[in-house]
């Protein structure tokens, strides 16, 4: 019978695991991003181009509204262009037309 107290042996180690890849590290190109208040972009989308006072978290803002994105929308007031997050949107008001 042989002695094999001589046999190194390594200590076990697992194999780390390999960390997921993030979506723009997967070679598409592209993130994905989800409309927040879908009702709500509708609502806006309809309202491109006229005048509405918007309520905000942090206060209001009137003027006419010019793009509506899936996050944001742009507002013009006279000269200054606002940019408002839709989250932040708290009641829409469109004015009357004349």
Not at 52 to 67: F, M, N
Not at 68 to 93: A, F, N, P, S, W
Request: aromatic residues 8%.
């Amino acid at each position: 019978m042989e002695n094999n107290y001589d046999v190194k042996r390594e200590p076990y180690r697992p194999m780390p695991m390999p960390m997921p890849k993030k979506p723009m590290e997967q070679g598409y190109g592209y993130s994905r991003m989800e409309i927040v208040e879908p009702y709500l972009y509708e609502a806006l989308r309809c309202l491109c181009g006229r005048k509405v006072c918007i309520t905000t978290t942090c206060g209001k803002y009137r003027g006419e509204l010019l793009k509506v994105k899936r996050d944001h929308l742009v507002i013009c007031e006279g000269q200054c262009v606002c940019y408002v997050r839709l989250q932040t949107i708290c009641v829409v008001m469109p004015e009357p037309k004349c």
